[in-house]
């Protein structure tokens, strides 16, 4: 039953999308725009959560649970399981999209209809062209006859909370770019007589697009971390990049919306970017889900929902740029400012993270273009990226430290080298404090360490000094951004890893640290077996500070092996510990990292999240205005 | 309640797991302590080396953290050219010529791989105009 | 000029996309590697025969007709699933048939080969997977094309299917 209902729901939510783009063209709030919204809205909750209650219920009759999930499985991840395929995850992306279309519709007031109207065509095209790919090819309502047992079940190292709810927070990002994207092709297409500030009603969602985006990124980063077992989250696979790239953009798009905002500038720079990054973000889609490349992150598909996926990015692309390129001469604007203002500083910011987002672009497609012009195959790995992306980012994280505090038109030096001094001085006295105190020669070490505080410092003295016209959203933002390069940096640069074997009552040392082999033990979880060792950590004065348990896990459903990272955090460090192969006889063979600063990255991300949390809230408030 | 039954019961399963997972896994996780050269400056080399060479049975990993034992072979292997005094080119060449420029996870320079090297510093030199043609302009006011 | 400029955009992306699309029409695998070894000499080795007394020396097995490589272990799943395909190649006139025994245990593999039936005319045995490495071996089972004159001609990954089965024959053919 509830498979019929799903399947029928969706195809109402496809007519009720083409509708949408059909009445829009009436250029009113008419009943018919309503219902169509709101039918949208309502028809794609309901086949969502239609295909939720067949996971919960295990309803096998349904291929798609058939195919993924288990009755062993715990409640959670039938939830999240619903997305954790492709053709869910398919429903998932148009859900978030009807949700992002009603936002859009409740914009509606007497002056913006035309604009609005448009805006609803736009997103209504994108809408059904998702639709119409999931039910032609992507069905997740397909039933398989006769019904099995049970299912086929699920990968044990996707059964995590973190990486459940990253789907949903990296579908709010693109689709939030998808809304800027549908209100930059109504700002191009119209003539706008009305006036429309159209770049106040695309902040908000960029706003929120990015600020999702980030936390869904972190949310992979952090999963891959304790999960994955090699202490690194982060490995530049093309899907990861995927989601950098709209991400990279979308930081480029925030700041020069302020400049739009504030000084009528870069407007056909941002009309631009705006279509890029929902560009990007669709270019994603397909990378993931063609069967063009293969990657840990790929769902495995065949190249013909490749091609759907590629004409309609062609389609929408196409008739984005070619509209661009026609439409966006009267938003050239010559209005020129000092290299030494605000307006400068994000000017190098956007063209620092547009030059980042076409190197990675570059890596990640490269491999690619090789195998299609030669017959060889080659990777392009971290070192390509490390010493492409790396470099560049440095300027960009220093002009960050300085931007916010330069004033809009031409800055004067001496004033603003006044106002940074004591960030300055605060910077390189903690940088020779941990230079000393750590002994450590990287040049790469001290130039994250600096760049870090660089920006903490000017955050937190910011803070201090509560300036009324600079947004508390920006600071916390950018003090995040501080965290995260103290992370990054502590991390990568000063990792230390110890690989031992060791038998029941051994003991081994790392760092200050000394550890003892207690036991072994076999435990049983809901869906596995499980060997887990039992180690005591103590410290110089031979207190003891954890237990780490690292496990090698066993699913007899899948028949997969995994490996659960123990991990001790604190603010300066995490212990982290992997159980290898071994018996009882030899010892077993264990991996122990000691990272320096990791939990900073997490901290970081967190706060970088809070601060696009504050900056939503006020851009709401700015168009409640608006209205 | 720690009847002898209870404790022989617990052993017999803790025996049965571990067989399960020696059966069936795949050896070591990452480099195992018996690999690791006794010269410090060769290990060192070696650790390097291997954090460039792709697991080719694995997803984003190189032999270096890698647990398949393709990638302990291939670690073993050039551990044992290092010690045979083969230079870091020439242990590169021996993987490539039987892998392929794939295994390398620092792609290499040659010309079809010129425009990847390239094109950043290209894009960064246009960003870099771009900022000062704009600058030009604006000195003009 | 500035105006020029707009278009440029739609003309990368076009073309960007284009690329894309060449790449999903024409018949690739995305995980699966091209050899290094094409048209290039069989590496030269000597091991242990499985079965028969007197050592593998590559030189004396290959260079003379057309001969089959298959990599294979007993412990390896698809390798099973494959070998009724191997066996019609033996069974075809004019092939022979290598086996190169991968990590593995001699005596299970003899009794593999008992069960299932022994479709080589000479099996290398490969204890520490060097031999493998020399022919850039990643995922077993793999299957090579040697020619008359010990030249590599093609390889596939993983086990050989049906359209592989017609495949190698086509080309063994148009070796001929």
Known sequence: MAPYLGNLSLWLSLFFAISQFFVSKKNKKSKFITISVIGLLISSLISFFLLMYSHVVSDFSVLNVFQNSHTTKPLLYKVSGTWGNHEGSMLLWILVLTIFNYFIFKLYNEKNSIFISKTLETQAFITAGFILFTVLTSNPFEIISPTQADGLGFNPILQDPALAIHPPLLYIGYVGFSAAFSISIATLALENNEKIAWHSYMKPFVVAAWTFLTIGIAFGAVWAYYELGWGGWWFWDPVENASFMPWLLGTALLHSLITVEKKKSLQSWVLLLSILAFLLSVVGTFLVRSGILTSVHTFALDPSRGIYILAFTAILGGYALVLFGLKSKKYLNNSYFSFFSKEGSILINNILMVVVCSSVFLGTIYPLLVEAFTNNKISVGEPYYNSTVVPIMIPAILIMGIGPILSWGKGDKSKTFKKIFPSVLLTAIITLFIFLFYQSYSLIGIVGIVLAFWIISNNVIILFQKRENLSNGMIVAHLGIGLLILGITGSSVWQEEKIIQMKVNNETNIKEYNIIFKEINEIKGPNYFALQGNFFVYDKNKNIITKLQPENRFYPVTNNFTTEVSIHTNLFRDLYMVLGEGNLNDGWIVRIYYNPLVIWIWIGALTIFLGGLISMNSNLKKLQRLS | ?141 | MRKQLLILPSIFFLLILLIFFYLLIIDRNPSELPSTLLNKNVPKFETESLLKEKKFVSSDVFGKEIKLVNFFATWCKPCRDEHNYIKRFSNQEGIEVIGINYKDNSQKAIGWLKELGNPYSNIAVDKNGRIAIDWGVYGIPETFIVNSKGIIKYRHVGPVTKKIYKKINLIINEIE
Request: aromatic share 12%.
């Open chain 2, 1 to 141: 309640m720690l009847t002898k039954n209870f404790f022989l019961t617990k052993i017999f399963i803790l025996i049965i797991a571990i067989c399960l997972i020696q059966f069936f896994s795949v050896n070591s996780y990452g480099v195992d302590p018996e690999e690791i050269l006794q010269d410090q400056k060769q290990e060192l080399r070696a650790r390097n080396i291997s954090k460039n060479i792709r697991c080719m049975v694995c997803q984003n990993q190189s032999i270096d953290e890698s647990s398949a034992s393709l990638a302990k072979d291939l670690r073993i292997l050039i551990r044992n050219k290092i010690k045979e005094g083969n230079s870091n080119e020439e242990i590169y060449k021996f993987l490539t010529d039987r892998y392929g420029d794939f295994i390398l996870l620092k792609p290499p320079i040659k010309l079809s791989t010129l425009a990847l090297w390239f094109l950043p510093f290209v894009f960064l030199l246009t960003g870099i105009f771009v900022v000062f043609w704009h600058n030009k302009k604006s000195k003009k006011f």
